[in-house]
């Protein structure tokens, strides 16, 4: 007896392909890479609006700025240096990574003493409704070219 198999065999191998780089982490490693920068404009758009990642404005500064200070677009928006260490998005094996190394970061992100808490980065496990949708909507566009071109 014998058996014969027909089919499109190179399209076979292209999901065998695309199986083994999902099974080896470079698909999920992929997903992380082309969401990151997503992640990353979000953070800056709630600098650049003085909001919260839930959407929720800023206090204003309880005094102007100084002489030779303007403000350069918000209440942490000075240098811009807290921006954009804050923006810097970094993907680990595990998810995504946010080192700002700055003393008033906490101050600022939680509030303390005479400063307010001026929420730039989400806190707590969730991410808020919108933030998820346009990285879910970039994981499933990676997803879909990956498994509905083979």
């Known amino acids: 007896m014998t058996i014969t198999l027909e089919g499109d065999f190179a399209r076979l191998g292209r999901l065998v392909d695309a199986l083994g780089a999902h ?4 698909l999920p490693r992929a997903i992380l890479e082309r969401t990151a ?3 990353a404009a979000d953070i800056r758009r709630g600098f ?7 959407n929720r404005r800023w206090r204003r500064l309880a005094q102007p700025r100084g002489r030779g200070r303007p403000n350069r677009g918000g209440p942490l928006v000075d240098s811009g240096e807290l921006r954009d260490l804050a923006s810097n998005v970094q ?3 595990e998810g995504f990574l946010i ?5 008033y970061a906490a101050r600022h992100l939680y509030g303390g003493g005479a400063v307010p808490a001026r929420p730039y980065l989400p806190r707590g496990e969730k991410l808020p409704a919108a933030w998820q949708s346009r990285l ?3 994981a499933t566009e990676l997803w879909r070219s990956v ?4």
Not at 99 to 103: E, H, K, S, T
Request: glycine residues 6%.
């Open 147 to 150: 498994y509905l071109g083979v």
């Open 99 to 103: 080192v700002i190394p700055r003393p």
């Open 91 to 93: 993907v680990t094996r």
């Open 48 to 54: 650049d609006a003085s909001r919260s990642p839930q």
């Open 23 to 26: 099974a080896r982490g470079q």
């Open 37 to 39: 920068p997503i992640l």
């Open 136 to 138: 879910n909507t970039a």
